[in-house]
């Protein structure tokens, strides 16, 4: 089993600054994406950012040239950066990892989700 562990969320005021962090932890052969995710109060949950590994990283229009997604291969870990925060901003926002466990079965893991909150 793979587990992810999101920590660094809170509130921030608008135009501030935060980064949330995902650590991955336990049988993992091989990641091929690490993605962030969020989901404000009464609507779907949308990915923010989605980082292929060995391919493009994507993000959603509404983040772009905001936020920025990087990883520490070392650590497994992801972070999403995010800057000129707005209200519209505030979700819980998940990480998400794909990849191949040493027995090269494949998983799908989400974290538990971290509270972004952005003030006026």
């Known amino acids: 089993q793979v587990q992810l562990v999101e920590s660094g969320g809170g509130e921030v005021q608008a135009g501030g600054s935060l980064r949330i962090s995902c650590a991955a932890s336990?049988?993992?052969?091989?990641?091929?994406?690490m993605s962030w995710h969020r989901q404000a109060p009464g609507k779907q949950r949308e990915p923010v950012a989605v980082?292929?590994?060995?391919?493009?990283?994507t993000y959603a229009d509404s983040v772009k040239d905001r936020f920025t997604i990087s990883r520490d291969n070392a650590k497994n870990t992801v972070y999403l950066q995010m800057s000129s925060l707005k209200p519209e901003d505030t979700a819980v926002y998940y990480c998400?990892?794909?990849?191949?466990?040493?027995?090269?079965?494949?998983?799908?893991?989400w974290g538990q989700g971290t509270q972004v909150t952005v003030s006026t």
């Open positions: 336990g049988d993992i052969f091989k990641i091929n994406s």
């Open positions: 980082a292929i590994i060995g391919a493009k990283t």
């Open positions: 998400n990892v794909e990849g191949l466990s040493r027995s090269l079965s494949s998983f799908d893991s």
